[in-house]
């Protein structure tokens, strides 16, 4: 620390100080109300206290760690403990074997010991981190910034939904249970989001990056004006109301205990899910895709058929998302166009991005923390877009990865690990 | 015919508008590559500023010119500084950095621009009240075309001219398009690529300003949400019209206007913002490269 520079420090923080009182001024000390024509501007003089101590903290801290990220030495001394402790914690078998079970043993007694509200609130988060899987495929493995998974979601929502508005009666006349109509939407919605899937890989296999962002966006907004606005058959801004719970040996639940048997059902997609995106990471498709993420052009010439690997890479995303949809719709009974706007898209993108792209466990600990965070933090509920947006962006700047960075897999020959160990043991 | 004529004026006053927001995209996205997500954010902002001096020199009193003038002004101010605060927080890190990384930054600034102002203003519309003068001799003509679509037109067309003059005949013009041409090569003569990026940022964000203002005096309201469809719009424009292309984000611009308002006045209102969308799958389906843009081809 002998070469650290106050005044340099004092002089940048004391500049940003003034640089950000005077931007947020008009968006933070001036209020504006419009009453009857006129407009009428209030002011709230606190923030201008607020905003300059902030400033020069966040500016100074800001200093810190983009001078600490570009510092090299100091940067190899932190990486060694970090290798330390990926050895000794994470990639140390017994350790792995013990926190999953233990993590499995907690999550299928949760409904037991908690109550239906957290019961509930854990349903959602379980089926955030499908919808994160989903999209972990795409953007994960595959590489492409995909901003209308909620599309997906909505089509298996709505499946169900329009499954039970059309055929429900229909049910109630045979005397069949409403809640075997679960069991025949869960397939149906999957199968209708892979078809959706097709449709959208259409114009998107051509593209790539930002072209693919904005397409898949658009695509996301079409089909939520179309759910909006064709109303007489999907029930508009309203939605759809009254979808029955899955059958359960035709008893008829009460509301708590309904909430614990869909929570097992979404547990056990939880866990496929996670069992098929490991296992599709490890094989050759999946190594196929992660070629077709790092270079397409290197990937084409070692045979690798794109457009096929891109196709089956955006399908089982949907196929995914679609399935969320159906238990989503199931655990709501109510659904309507608001839960599938774009930004319900980025939501999901940023439990990608934050947990850590293509890393499984990155992508538990993004979605627990993005709908578990707000829900349980009241005070924080308000101000969590801005937060998550503000976290994607230092996010990006400072740790590329995610909070869990997945681990890539690397072969060595024994021959070379002794001479590794050799090394080291030189130095 | 009548009813088309006038169905085409209004579309041509919305595409001037979506046209001085693409400029901004266009001109970023030809040099540094980037989709520029919080550009509509920094319209959003222009606007709320404007608003904000403006109601305060309202209720002070002011002869309307004088709003007018001052409001626009600080609305243009205050656009660039956050679009230059912006670039350098968000976008300067990373200016080595994947592709994908970089668009993940623009979309959180845009989330994080938008919840600012939704958190710290209001998330309710406001009305707009409009500074623009009235010209009498519109009068006669007014069904087809009123005084603050003729001012919309004359402003975005005076910007659109001062902007070719500088991008052809200034020596930032040129290094701005030496930039995008080649970022590597312009660096080796001697181009700041640096201070080029921020200068295409605050001219960005200063005809976006004056997009706000114009749009929010037309439609006559203000809300946190309107710069995230303008956005996407304005960059339905810049691709339709070949993106990093001036002249083509012009054209695209009035393309978009055009087809959304005879759109809504032939087929359905109800469907208003899904026809930029629409365009936007068609174009990049059938010519990726857009109306006036060159084919890139990907090098290794």
């Known amino acids: ?427 | 015919m009548d009813y088309f004529l006038k169905l085409l004026l209004s579309g041509t006053a919305k595409g001037s508008i979506y046209a001085l927001i693409a400029l901004g995209y266009t001109m970023v996205y030809g040099i540094i590559k980037l989709i520029n997500f919080a550009h509509g954010e920094i319209y959003m902002i222009g606007a709320f500023v404007a608003l904000l001096v403006g109601g305060t020199l309202q209720s002070a009193g002011v002869n309307p010119a004088v709003i007018l003038v001052v409001s626009t002004l600080a609305a243009v101010f205050f656009a660039a500084a956050y679009g230059l605060t912006m670039e350098k927080i968000a976008y300067k890190p990373l200016r080595t950095a994947p592709r994908l990384s970089v668009l993940i930054s623009a979309i959180g600034m845009s989330m994080f621009l938008q919840n600012l102002v939704l958190l710290s203003q209001t998330e309710k519309y406001l009305s707009f009240p409009s500074f623009l003068p009235e010209f009498l001799f519109l009068k006669p003509i007014r069904g087809y075309i009123n005084s603050t679509q003729f001012i919309i037109l004359i402003i975005t067309s005076i910007v659109m001219v001062l902007l070719t003059l500088l991008i052809k005949f200034t020596l930032i013009g040129k290094a701005m398009r030496a930039t995008s041409q080649d970022r590597e090569m312009a660096q080796l003569v001697g181009i700041n690529i640096n201070s080029v990026i921020t200068v295409t940022f605050i001219i960005g964000s200063a005809t976006a300003a004056i997009g706000g203002i114009l749009i929010c005096s037309y439609m006559g309201q203000i809300n946190y949400y309107i710069g995230f469809i303008a956005g996407i719009k304005a960059f339905v424009a810049a691709v339709l019209g070949g993106i990093g292309s001036i002249p083509g984000a012009v054209l695209g611009s009035f393309v978009l206007g055009w087809t959304e308002s005879l759109g809504t006045g032939y087929i359905s209102s109800d469907y208003e913002d899904s026809f930029a969308f629409i365009i936007l799958i068609l174009i990049l389906t059938v010519k990726p490269s857009g109306i006036l843009g060159r084919k890139e081809n990907q090098k290794v």
């Open chain 1, 1 to 427: 620390m002998e070469d650290f520079n106050w005044k340099e420090y004092l002089k940048d923080s004391f500049i940003s100080m003034l640089w950000f009182s005077l931007l947020l001024f008009p968006m933070l000390v001036m209020k504006i109300t419009v009453k009857g024509g006129m407009a009428d501007v209030t002011y709230r003089w606190g923030y201008l206290v607020v905003i300059p101590v902030s400033a020069f903290i966040l500016s100074a801290l800001w200093k810190y760690f983009r001078e600490r990220q570009q510092g090299g030495d100091k940067a190899d001394k932190r990486g060694e403990i970090a290798a330390l402790f990926r050895r000794t914690f994470i990639e140390n078998r017994t350790v792995k074997k013990v926190s999953i079970i233990s993590a499995i043993l907690i999550m299928a007694f949760y409904p037991v010991f908690s109550g239906m509200y957290n019961t509930n609130v854990m349903i959602s988060a379980l089926i955030y981190i499908m919808l994160g899987l989903g999209l972990n495929i795409v953007l994960g493995l595959g590489g492409m910034l995909h901003l209308g998974h909620a599309a997906f979601f909505a089509v298996g929502a709505y499946t169900y939904g329009l499954f039970f508005k059309y055929a429900g009666q229909f049910f109630v006349d045979a005397g069949i249970s409403t809640g075997w109509m679960f069991w025949i939407a869960l397939p149906a919605g999957g199968i209708m989001a892979a078809v959706f899937g097709v449709l959208l890989s259409l114009p998107v296999l051509r593209l790539r990056g930002d072209y693919l962002a904005i397409v898949t966006l658009a695509f996301g907004e079409i089909m939520r004006m179309v759910l909006q606005n064709w109303g007489n058959v999907t029930g508009g801004a309203t939605g759809i109301s009254l979808i029955p719970r899955p059958w359960l040996f035709g008893i008829n639940v009460t509301p708590r205990l309904a909430a614990v048997y869909i929570y097992y059902i979404v547990f056990a997609f939880v866990i496929i899910s996670i069992i098929t995106v490991s296992r599709l990471e490890n094989s050759r498709i999946g190594r196929a895709w992660e070629a077709m993420r790092e270079d397409e052009i290197a990937c084409q010439s070692m045979g690798i058929d794109l457009v096929r690997n891109k196709l089956t890479a955006f399908i089982l995303g949907s196929v995914w998302a679609g399935v969320a949809g159906v238990l989503f719709a199931s655990q709501t009974t109510y659904i309507n166009p608001d839960s599938f706007t774009i930004w319900e898209s980025i939501l999901i993108l940023c439990i990608v991005v934050l947990g850590g792209t293509g890393s499984i466990s990155g992508v538990i600990l993004g979605a627990l923390i993005i709908k578990l965070l707000p829900e349980y933090m009241r005070a924080f509920a308000q101000y969590r877009l801005l937060v998550f947006g503000l976290a994607l962006v230092l996010m990006m700047i400072f740790r590329p990865g995610g909070i869990i960075k997945k681990v890539r897999k690397i072969y060595r020959f024994p021959l070379d690990e002794e001479n590794d160990a050799a090394a080291e043991g030189q130095n």
